[in-house]
């Protein structure tokens, strides 16, 4: 949780959440930052953003670049995408080039603690 950069009193807004998600994940950001995540009809400006990305789901950099308009100066995006052993898994050269269109960088990526059904990696704007 700490290589995601999330703290107590974020805002973290949601996108992608479908009845796949990690839930344990889900509970344990909520407890990080004292509240829920908010649903993709907020329209407020945010610390976080957190993405749960899948093959099929659309264009990357779109979702990326929609969700910068977000945040505020200094925040960041979680990136979560099925782990290796699924057949919705996003590769990783794909992520590499939405993120470099949309002028981002991008943590290496790391297993949720419930296995390797999802990787979330932190996401910044370059300096």
């Known amino acids: 949780m700490d290589k995601l950069g999330f703290a107590h009193d974020q805002i973290v807004l949601e996108y992608g959440y479908d009845d796949d998600v990690d839930q344990g994940f889900r509970a344990l950001v909520e407890s990080v930052v004292g509240g829920p995540l908010e ?11 957190l993405v749960w990305w899948r093959e099929g789901d659309g264009d990357l950099t779109d979702e990326l670049v929609d969700s ?54 932190r996401l910044v704007g370059r300096r």
């Open 39 to 49: 649903g993709e009809d907020y329209t407020g400006v945010v610390d976080a953003v």
């Open 68 to 121: 910068l308009a977000l945040l505020e100066d200094g925040g960041f995006i979680a990136l979560v995408t099925p782990g290796s052993g699924r057949d919705d898994r996003v590769a990783a050269h794909d992520v590499q080039e939405a993120c470099n269109t949309a002028g981002l960088t991008a943590s290496g990526a790391v297993p949720l603690e419930g296995g390797d059904q999802w990787h979330a990696q």
